[in-house]
């Protein structure tokens, strides 16, 4: 995280003399109070500083890196997720490969006669289905998919970093964000979206450009 030289005087001013009003760390810097006014709420934002009314600004005493972690963690799927591609159970392979390219897409939700997750199917899977010389349309979506309890995946209140660990492990370019309902004496997953490695490294381009002053 960049800070301009005046970012970092202020700082070690009230990691010296804290807790300190804005008044007098503008006294100490023989700029007025407005001016100043600007490089506080950065400071204060981004973590480094705090204040209480009142008393003033003190040291958190956090560096760039812990600052860093904490908005990692802030990320949530939800605030990223984006829609998921389904396809239904009953459906062919060779509908699976129609929806695949027309949807421009690498893994399909696979859903049953209740709308709850029921396989996940990939490019992979499609392709070694084509490869083979069975009429495509003939051949069931779920004769090929992934299916429950094998599935990774994901909530909406898990962080990116979380996710973005399991897309590692697990060797997989997608997951679905499920959200758990009943199904009689069962658990079923109702389909919400889906992140993938796109979505992780968006959020990670944005929160390069969040922390950079």
Same mark, same amino acid.
Request: hydrophobic residues 40%; glycine residues 8%.
């Given at each position: ?15 010296g ?13 023989s700029?007025?109070?407005a ?17 209480r /009314? ?5 040291? %958190? ?42 949807e421009d897409?690498? %893994? ?13 199917v990939?490019r992979?899977?499609l392709?070694r ?6 009429n ?12 429950m309890?094998?599935?990774? %995946?994901?909530? /909406?209140?898990?962080?990116l970093?979380?996710v973005a ?5 697990y060797?997989?370019?997608?997951? /679905?964000?499920?959200?758990k ?7 079923a ?8 490695k ?13 922390? %950079?002053?």
């Amino acid at each position: 995280m960049e800070l301009t030289k005046r970012q970092q005087l202020i700082i070690e001013i009230v990691k010296g003399d804290g807790p300190i009003t804005g008044e007098q760390i503008a006294e100490r810097l023989s700029l007025t109070r407005a001016t100043l006014r600007p490089d506080l709420a950065i400071l204060t934002m981004t973590g480094f500083l705090d204040a209480r /009314p009142r008393v003033g600004y003190f040291y %958190t005493g956090k560096d760039s890196n812990q600052l860093i972690k904490e908005e990692v963690r802030r990320k949530v799927v939800k605030d990223y997720k984006a829609p998921p591609i389904i396809i239904k159970e009953s459906s062919s392979v060779y509908d699976g490969i129609c929806t695949l390219f027309l949807e421009d897409v690498g %893994t399909l939700f696979v859903t049953n006669a209740a709308g709850h997750l029921a396989g996940v199917v990939s490019r992979k899977d499609l392709l070694r289905a084509a490869l083979g010389k069975q009429n495509l349309e003939d051949v069931p979506i779920s004769i090929i998919m992934t299916r429950m309890p094998n599935i990774v %995946t994901c909530e /909406p209140e898990e962080t990116l970093l979380e996710v973005a660990k399991k897309l590692i492990d697990y060797q997989i370019d997608s997951l /679905p964000v499920v959200r758990k309902v009943s199904n009689g004496s069962k658990t079923a997953y109702e389909v919400l979206g889906r992140v993938t490695k796109t979505t992780i490294t968006r959020g990670f381009v944005e929160l390069g450009s969040e922390v %950079t002053v």
